[in-house]
């Protein structure tokens, strides 16, 4: 059951990714925790004053709507 949500976790992840990618960021998974996501911002995003917006009201938001309510998104340093 653990699996099947990370794989659809993962799925959702790379639905995002293009939008990153678009504005010149990217992410990188670096673990799932039970419901805690934990990613790395790279590129324009890792050093946008706003990345924290983008994991919290975009990224965060999005899985909760998508997959469980209960997901929270961690940056990773």
Sequence with gaps: ???????KIKEKLEDLRGML???GGDMELVSIEGKVVTLKLKGACGSCPHSTITLKQGIERYLREQLDPEIVVERAM
């Design 21 to 23: 990618q678009a504005d």
């Design 1 to 7: 059951m653990v699996r099947v949500m990370d794989d």
